[in-house]
Each structure stands twice: as structure tokens, then as C-alpha cells.
């Protein structure tokens, strides 16, 4: 089983929708919870990064976070074609970061 | 702020022959940089942990004597693919630690836009 579980899609929504990206992890070890952002054929930005169970909001980008079930979400508002990319959450431990597979997202106008 | 590069962008080279990519970080230091391994589809996967002026340190089924990573200084870290076969063919993307701790999150890993290796 892997530490990290990602659905890798792809997820396909017209522009404007709600888009809703999940993990689940099964290590309580994890400390900080992160999502990026990548690009084809480009290293992958942080978007968010949330520490503690609970919600964390950042314009459009809301990070979710849910320790007891182990389980992380992205939510993105008012999707736009610009934000089609691969979303990868991620999740560290010892310093490390433990990627989920990344869903492929596209946004389409 | 906090950019990292990489050169080559992309390679393609014989079997047999090896590959050096570099990873640098143009605006900071940094202590510690990694080196991922990412497949078509796939997600990132941790080889190496290298720190400056000390041996890198490898992941699980990670050969050490096929991927040679040298951290030199502060702001270099190079990758070395000896003896190449079509299946190291890859995205190799590094990434670097700042030493003062800066960045959005505790920690906070910066990542260099990849190389992609083709193995012939």
C-alpha cells in the first residue's frame, strides 16, 4: 500500500465549476500537508501548505485537511483554463516529501 | 526569489554513455537539495538526499554506483547517470532547501523545471 493515495484522473470540468481534489494517507507521521501545482514538462510550484486539521483558504484555492481520517482535499473556485495542470499533493516526514501520483486536471472553456 | 535551475532542459544520448545534470539555485543557499525521478503519469519519486560538502544519502533500491550525485557547493548539486540504458529514460527534477528557512512553508523544498532524459 502506498503512504500516499492519489486519484490520477484525468478530472475534466468546464470553466467556472467547482473543482474538488483529494489524498489520503496512511502515515500519522506526516506533518505538513502541501499541494502543488505542475505544469507539462515543468517542475512542480507549492500552491498551499497546511499543518493542522481544519481549513486554510488562499483566493480561490481552499486546502483541507482532516487528520482523524487521514484524508486531504483541494478545492479550487471559479475554475479557469489557466489552472488546467497536474495537482500533486504531498506530505512530509523527516524532512522528506512524500508525493501522491497527481490528478490531471483540465479546465475547458 | 528562490529559483531554481537545471541544464540540461533535455538529452538525449547512446546506451552505454553517461549524463551529467546540473541543479542550481540562483538566489539563495542552499544546504540541502534532492534529486526525483518522475515517470510519464507517475508521481515523484525521491532518489537522493544530498547535502553540501557530505555524501548524498540514497533512497531504498536506489543504485548509488549508477547515479552519482556531487554537491559541491552551496548552490550546486550535480546528477550522473553512468552508463545510461533506455530504461533510466526519465524526468529527473531536483529541488533545493534554502539555509535561512525561507519560503511559504517550514522546510519548504524550491523545484527546478526538469530534465528530461531520453536514453537510445
Known amino acids: 500500500q502506498k503512504e500516499v493515495e492519489q486519484d490520477p484522473g484525468p478530472l475534466s470540468v468546464p470553466e467556472g465549476a467547482i473543482v474538488s481534489l483529494n489524498c489520503t494517507y496512511s502515515?500519522?507521521?506526516?506533518?505538513?500537508f502541501m499541494w502543488y501545482r505542475q505544469y507539462s514538462r515543468k517542475g512542480p510550484e507549492l500552491l498551499m501548505y497546511?499543518?493542522?486539521?481544519g481549513n486554510k483558504e488562499d483566493g480561490r484555492f481552499t486546502a483541507q485537511v482532516d487528520k482523524s481520517s487521514k484524508y486531504i482535499s483541494l478545492f479550487i473556485r471559479d475554475s479557469q483554463p489557466s489552472d488546467s495542470a497536474t495537482y500533486l499533493c504531498?506530505?512530509?516526514?523527516?524532512?522528506?516529501?512524500?508525493f501522491g501520483q497527481g490528478t490531471e486536471l483540465s479546465v475547458k472553456p | 526569489g528562490a529559483v531554481v535551475s537545471q541544464h540540461p532542459s533535455r538529452v538525449i544520448c547512446k546506451s552505454g554513455t553517461s549524463v551529467k545534470i546540473e541543479c542550481r539555485s540562483l538566489?539563495?543557499?542552499?544546504?540541502?537539495m534532492f534529486w526525483y525521478r518522475q515517470f510519464p503519469k507517475q508521481s515523484l519519486m525521491l532518489m537522493a538526499t544530498?547535502?553540501?560538502?557530505?555524501?548524498?544519502?540514497?533512497e531504498q533500491g536506489v543504485e548509488k554506483d549508477k547515479f552519482l550525485i556531487n554537491h559541491a557547493s552551496l548552490t550546486l548539486s550535480t546528477l550522473t547517470v553512468t552508463s545510461a540504458h533506455p530504461e533510466d529514460s526519465s524526468f529527473y527534477i531536483c529541488?533545493?532547501?534554502?539555509?535561512?528557512?525561507?519560503?511559504?512553508?517550514?522546510?519548504?523544498?524550491?523545484f527546478g523545471p526538469g530534465t528530461r532524459l531520453t536514453v537510445l
Open positions: 544530498s547535502n553540501e560538502g557530505s555524501k548524498a544519502t540514497y
Open positions: 538566489d539563495f543557499q542552499a544546504t540541502t
Open positions: 529541488s533545493a532547501r534554502d539555509l535561512l528557512g525561507l519560503g511559504l512553508a517550514d522546510n519548504e523544498q524550491f
Open positions: 497546511t499543518y493542522s486539521s
Open positions: 504531498a506530505m512530509t516526514r523527516g524532512g522528506k516529501l512524500i
Open positions: 502515515n500519522s507521521a506526516f506533518q505538513y
